[in-house]
Nanobody, 121 residues
Framework: QQQLVESGGGSVQPGGSLRLSCAAS????????IRWFRQAPGQAREAISC???????YYADSVKGRFTISRDNIKNTVYLQMNSLRPEDTALYYC???????????????WGQGTQVTVSS
């Protein structure tokens, strides 16, 4: 069974850092595009970063320069390093995968439980 499990969330002060993990089972992350999404309270879910199967990376303008997506093929995990966190980064963060180089969209596939990130002083 193919599954992605998010972890690594927590509470940090503004300017702090967190690293989220998206651990895969049932498939290898280097053959999939993995995308991170987030949903803040009362707001729509948004795509923030993606790494394609061939290693290309993509970022939303809101996180560009602060977040870095990476992949560890041995651990079969995709990471999202989040630096210079802001209160507006507070959200539930999810990852989703799609075979190949096309990043998954909001509408296909299923969602995991996500991991909560709270940025507050």
């Amino acid at each position: 069974q193919q599954q992605l499990v998010e972890s690594g969330g927590g509470s940090v002060q503004p300017g702090g850092s967190l690293r989220l993990s998206c651990a895969a089972s049932g498939f290898t992350v280097d053959s999939y595009a993995i995308r991170w999404f987030r949903q803040a309270p009362g707001q729509a879910r948004e795509a923030i970063s993606c790494i394609s199967a061939d290693g290309n990376t993509y970022y939303a303008d809101s996180v560009k320069g602060r977040f870095t997506i990476s992949r560890d093929n041995i651990k079969n995990t995709v990471y999202l390093q989040m630096n210079s966190l802001r209160p507006e980064d507070t959200a539930l963060y999810y990852c989703k995968g799609r075979r190949g180089n096309s990043c998954p969209d909001l509408y296909s596939g299923s969602w995991g439980q996500g991991t909560q990130v709270t940025v507050s002083s």
